[in-house]
């Protein structure tokens, strides 16, 4: 599974940010598929995460601003009313098994959020 992540960028702080991500070699309609992000200096987060029956897992610090959807081969994160902590690589990742590792990954968008 090849995975290619977009929508990253600049915003102020309040802002909206929609990535996307679209798989690709596979379908992956049976698969987990989250997003996570990772700043410097910290352990890398999962933000968001949908199963194929579309239930939703939302960290704490998304919850309530962040919606994760997808289809069979895409998965999307709208992220709204965004803070500067928010700053960091989104990756989206793809995971074969329930409650096992992300097996796929994409290679990363930034996002930061200024002040």
């Known amino acids: 599974v090849q995975l290619q992540a977009s929508g990253g960028g600049l915003v102020q702080a309040g802002g909206s940010l929609r990535l996307s991500c679209a798989a690709s070699?596979?379908?992956?309609?049976?698969?987990?598929m989250g997003w996570l992000r990772q700043d410097p200096g910290k352990e890398r987060e999962v933000v968001a995460r949908?199963?194929?029956?579309?239930s939703r897992y939302y960290s704490a610090s998304a919850e309530g601003r962040f919606t994760i959807s997808r289809t069979s081969n895409t998965v999307s994160l709208q992220m709204n009313s965004l803070k500067p902590e928010d700053t960091a690589v989104y990756y989206c990742?793809?995971?074969?098994?329930?409650?096992?590792?992300?097996?796929?990954w994409g290679q990363g968008t930034k996002v930061t959020v200024s002040s």
């Open positions: 990742a793809v995971r074969r098994k329930r409650a096992g590792p992300f097996d796929y």
């Open positions: 949908i199963s194929s029956g579309n």
């Open positions: 070699g596979r379908s992956t309609s049976d698969y987990d």
